[in-house]
């Protein structure tokens, strides 16, 4: 029986790379040079197609891929329905964040009560970030660039992935909430893992034992 194991494009497949590696999976060729979407490995039963990054769960779910990469900021989104989620990978890691313009003062708005306007991505996490603090939020549905809006007056403040904080300050924008450390999953179609455990279980094994950086 073949696996396909589905990965995005950039840091989740450059970070995965050196863990296919260790399980003894080399991909063929670099993602970001050829123009296929369907890359086979060095394993003839073995190959990877490669997906937007919020594609990743659904491929997975509905069994086009028998694994994938996707991080938490993804399944948190999509879900996670009919996904098996052994694995914390510890890579592609960065924060998911609440920023505002440099001169907003978000404790004081957020004392007195006023209604915000956040734009993001991350609609069920933001949702859920603003209720549990008592906010009441408007919130604004963006694909990205989110650093604008605040910019343009599009919002009062975005939810947005934050690691090095440069693209931030590049906008005058100042993080003033961290809603939880992000990092990127192994995740599995649950059927999948039933029907060829053989094939997928020391594939599962092979990252675990990379991701933790035990010796094989
Ligand atoms: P697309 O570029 O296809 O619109 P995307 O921006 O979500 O989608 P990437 O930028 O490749 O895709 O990010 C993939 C994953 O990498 C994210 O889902 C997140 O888990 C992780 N990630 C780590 N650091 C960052 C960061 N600074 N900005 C965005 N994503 C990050
Ligand atoms: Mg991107």
């Known amino acids: ?70 991080g938490k900021d993804v399944l948190l989104e999509h879900g996670g329905t009919g996904l098996y989620q052994p694995l914390d990978l510890d890579i592609a890691k960065c924060r998911m964040m609440v920023a505002v313009p440099e001169r907003f003062d978000y404790e004081s708005a957020v004392r007195r009560g006023a209604r915000l306007r956040v734009a993001t991505k991350y609609l069920n996490t933001a949702r859920e970030h603003f209720a549990a603090k008592g906010v009441h939020v408007d919130l604004i549905k963006l694909y990205g660039s989110m650093e604008l809006a605040p910019l343009v007056g599009l919002a009062d403040a975005i939810v947005d992935l934050v690691s090095s904080g440069n ?3 590049a906008n005058q924008l100042k993080a003033v909430e961290e809603i939880m450390p992000i990092s990127a999953r192994l995740i599995v179609n649950q059927a999948a893992l039933k029907l060829k455990r053989g094939e997928i279980q020391p594939v599962i094994d092979a990252f675990r034992k990379a991701a933790l950086r035990e010796p094989a």
């Open 167 to 169: 693209t931030l300050r």
């Open 1 to 70: 029986m073949t696996i396909r194991i589905a990965l995005s494009k950039g840091r989740i497949f450059e970070e995965t790379a050196p863990l296919l590696k260790a399980a003894g999976i080399v991909v063929a060729e670099d993602p970001e040079v050829s123009r296929k979407l369907i890359i086979p490995t060095n394993r003839g039963d073995v190959s990877v197609i490669i997906v937007r990054a919020s594609d990743v769960p659904t491929y997975v779910q509905y069994g086009a891929a028998d694994l994938g990469v996707a």
